[in-house]
């Protein structure tokens, strides 16, 4: 079974662009969440997709937005942004909301912002 | 949410066994106490979960204590491959929605 997938790997862009991350999960998920990793906060929770609604978000300005679509891929949007942006973005799924469900994670995507 | 305190670095020589503790004592009766690593460079990975006993899978095994305010990773043979950010995450058992917390995390250094 193949694992999470995310595209790009690597992304630059400059200050004020926008940018938008995807990922498709494991067969079978249906819940996606996202996590931003960066050297000074580590790693912290952006939102959760379950069957295209999201149950549950971090606290991040309105610029993090994301949807799921109903073959459970999953994107996230970052509009205007900011230096402190570049990060590595992490997408995860399990197989439904359960907390004993493990969930599984994609390489990343490695943001620069210029 | 749950409070969770790791030390922050650990040393273990190749294929010595390896505990790894975490002291959650604000934990609640229904948190489930789960174990992520990430190795340098990958995304985190599951490593084990449990609830009240003592849980063994292929990676690791996990004691938990009888109040449930701390618990141990333990890494029976630590490897090279074993070297990486083991992070401790309580996880509510009846409302969760996928949010994990993660802390500052054990970096484990494995030296052959």
């Known amino acids: 079974k193949a694992g999470v997938t995310q595209t790009p790997r690597y992304l630059i862009k400059t200050r004020g662009q926008q940018v938008t991350l995807s990922c498709s999960p494991i067969?079978?998920?249906?819940?996606v969440s996202w996590y931003q990793q960066t050297p000074g906060q580590g790693l912290q929770f952006l939102f959760e997709?379950?069957?295209?609604?999201?149950?549950n978000k971090g606290n991040f300005p309105g610029r993090f937005s994301g949807r799921q679509f109903s073959n459970s891929r999953s994107e996230m949007n970052v509009s205007t942004l900011e230096l402190g942006d570049s990060a590595l973005y992490l997408c995860?799924?399990?197989?439904?909301?359960?907390?004993?469900?493990?969930?599984?994670f994609g390489p990343g995507t490695r943001l620069t912002v210029l | 949410d749950a409070k969770t305190t790791q030390p922050n670095s650990m040393e273990s020589n190749e294929e010595e066994p390896v505990h790894l503790p975490c002291n959650h004592s604000t934990i609640s009766g229904t948190d489930y106490i789960h174990w992520y690593r990430q190795l340098p460079s990958q995304g985190p990975e599951y490593v084990i979960h449990?609830?009240?006993s003592n849980v063994n899978n292929r990676m690791a095994s996990l004691a938990i204590a009888e109040d449930r305010k701390s618990s141990t990773l333990i890494l029976h043979r630590a490897t090279l491959r074993d070297a990486a950010v083991y992070y401790c995450?309580?996880?509510?058992?009846?409302?969760?929605?996928?949010?994990?917390?993660f802390g500052q995390g054990t970096t484990l250094q494995v030296k052959p």
């Open positions: 067969s079978g998920h249906r819940s």
């Open positions: 997709y379950f069957s295209e609604t999201q149950r």
């Open positions: 995450i309580p996880l509510h058992g009846s409302s969760n929605t996928g949010k994990l917390i």
């Open positions: 995860a799924s399990s197989v439904d909301r359960d907390s004993y469900n493990e969930q599984f």
């Open positions: 449990g609830l009240t």
